[in-house]
């Protein structure tokens, strides 16, 4: 497997490229803009972008969609309560094919509806529901921090030594493990559900 994080975007986001060595079909997550980059990454690779997947809506992970698209031909992917352009409606269990590749799709709600993690082998993208020592912001507009504690309570149950790959920078290190942030994260750490949601706040 070829797997690129790369930092992209005025908002310090992880855009990732990642690759089938066989066949030479990719995918790209959270184009966050820099297309250029992108495609270079790509081309250095002998890579052909056949998916873009967006882990969620917001604008900063889309950034480059429309473009990347355009000069790849390669098919949007969102989970199906996203309202924004896409070709492909995925949803929890959906399994996203590359070449050899497998990847999993977890419907993890509570920052955006459509908020998804990726899974593959053990290495789990999870956009803005989980950052390093931290999580996604759940004080939106249709943001749910009832949800977005069940969400990281479905992460917690995953094996300890999958690699965890954030939407953003915005942690001490760029990756860690679930393990690490099981003991590490704040957000992990309150005993109650109304615990969490009271202190998320919303609004």
């Known amino acids: 497997m070829i797997f690129i994080q790369m930092l992209i975007g005025f908002m310090a986001n992880f855009t990732y490229?990642?690759?089938?060595?066989k066949s030479r079909l990719s995918v790209v997550v959270d184009p966050a803009g820099d297309v250029e980059r992108i495609?270079?990454?790509?081309e250095k690779h002998n890579l052909k972008i056949k998916y873009i997947i967006n882990t969620h809506a917001h604008f900063d992970h889309t950034n480059g969609n429309k473009e990347l698209a355009s000069r790849t031909g390669a098919r949007i992917i969102m989970h199906e309560k996203s309202r924004d352009e896409k070709e492909i409606s995925v949803g929890d269990g959906s399994i996203i094919e590359v070449g050899d590749l497998k990847?999993?799709?977890?419907?993890?709600?509570?920052?955006?509806?459509e908020s998804v993690c990726l899974l593959l082998d053990k290495k789990l993208l999870t956009g803005d529901?989980?950052?390093v020592g931290g999580c996604g912001r759940a004080d939106f507009l249709e943001s749910d921090p009832k949800e977005l504690y069940r969400s990281l309570q479905k992460l917690?149950?995953?094996?300890?030594?999958i690699q965890v790959y954030p939407g953003h920078d915005y942690g001490e290190k760029p990756s860690s493990t679930i393990g690490y942030e099981k003991e590490n994260n704040y957000a992990l750490n309150f005993r109650t559900e109304e615990e969490f949601v009271q202190f998320m706040g919303k609004g």
């Open 129 to 131: 529901t989980l950052f």
């Open 39 to 42: 495609l270079k990454e790509a």
């Open 103 to 113: 990847i999993k799709v977890i419907h993890t709600p509570g920052h955006a509806p």
């Open 156 to 161: 917690m149950k995953l094996d300890e030594d």
């Open 17 to 21: 490229l990642i690759g089938d060595e």
